[in-house]
């Protein structure tokens, strides 16, 4: 099971993005009426239809976080202090995203955690953290596991080690040590401003039976970089950890396979990570 609707479970959150995904789920009345709606609907999913009901919830509220924190850039690019900021993004807010009948928790703390968010789109990794993420981060890309390479002068390679920000910036991930992990530029650059793996394009990733394991081998890296970070939120939760320490536990990604070999292979039956080695299971209601 993958607890990321409903409220927060074991997860150890270290950046601003990351808080306000929480205070939306835990307060945010629509999400609430999401999951009871979904829950009676009867979709006929099977085993999978939690992973499904997940998949819907995560994927509006974070539409919701993209266009919260897009609405604030604008609000701090117009208003120079603080107090102002405050007062004009939470009018606009009001207007268009949100209104304290639909939010049951604290406004005042609510705003403040969405221009958080939105200014750690502008901060620049501090000196030298680049460097402390490089020595004290895993010697390989934590995403594909694949070495990284020496980069001549003057050249792009596609293996340069880069510094990637676990949850992005573009949605409250702040620039710090807790938040970043050394990635190839191949996997910082697909990656993009992907948080979760609710925002991954899953519709691609229904494979027929005729494909076989083989076909397996065709899935998109983005689809694979997605199993992944499911893999490292579910273990998150479950462990009570930070998303870089999830993904540190979990380890790069390795080939896709079935969870379960009698079913098919949709994206929530596929797996990027060593379940015995990880202690993340799916199981089939
Ligand atoms: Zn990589």
Redesign the pocket.
Known sequence: MIEFIGPKDAWVESTSGERLLFMLLRHHREYAFLVKTLSGSGLRLGGRFSDMSNFFVGASVLHLMQRMVKLAKDVIAEQDGRLDQVRVLRARMFDVLITPLEYGGDMGALVQEVLASAEQSTKELKPGLRDRVAKHGPP???????TFGVTPPGETDP?ARTADHVWPRALGGDSRFDNLLP??????N?KEHIAAWQMAWLQPAVFTESHGNGGLKGLRRENRMALHMRAAMAYANQNGSTLRDAYLAIG?RIDPARLDDDQGYDFFNLRVHDEARTNVFWTPA
Do not use: E, T
């Not at 390989?140 to 694949?146: A, F, K, L, P």
């Not at 990635?183 to 910082?188: F, G, L, V, W, Y």
């Open positions: 390989d890309c934590y995403s594909c596991g694949r293996l990635a190839c530029k191949d996997c910082n697909a790069p």
